[in-house]
């Protein structure tokens, strides 16, 4: 069974940057894509950011896109979120998933889920 530890969450102020990780183990990176999503207290899980195995497609919500970047280093199995101009908005714990559907358009059916790790952002 393919499992993720993601890494990488930090509190933060407005406007600055982080880098989550995503370190797969169980299965190839490159052969499969990967899905980020978040869930603040409350609310419920969203659908942030996605990257197909081939790399053809990715996908970003529309709070995020211009802002985060998705990509995958398949020599180190480890999958990337790049965050920059993080808002108080972003606060959540984001979570790296396997097993789904990425287009340019839309992700979804991810069902192998990572721990989560936390993003905290002050204004």
């Known amino acids: 069974q393919v499992q993720l530890v993601e890494s990488g969450g930090e509190s933060v102020h407005s406007g600055e940057s982080l880098r989550l990780s995503c370190v797969v183990s169980?299965?190839?990176?490159?052969?499969?894509?990967i899905g980020w999503y978040r869930q603040a207290p409350g609310k419920e899980r969203e659908a942030v950011s996605c990257?197909?195995?081939?790399?053809?497609?990715?996908y970003y919500s529309d709070s995020v896109k211009g802002r985060f970047a998705v990509s995958k280093d398949n020599s180190k199995n480890t999958a990337y979120l790049q965050m920059n101009a993080l808002k108080p908005d972003d606060t959540a714990v984001y979570y790296c998933?396997?097993?789904?559907?990425?287009?340019?358009?839309?992700?979804?059916?991810?069902?192998?889920w990572g721990q989560g790790t936390q993003v905290t952002v002050s204004s």
């Open positions: 998933a396997t097993g789904g559907f990425c287009s340019d358009t839309d992700m979804y059916e991810f069902d192998n």
């Open positions: 169980g299965d190839v990176l490159a052969t499969i894509g």
């Open positions: 990257l197909s195995a081939s790399e053809a497609h990715r």
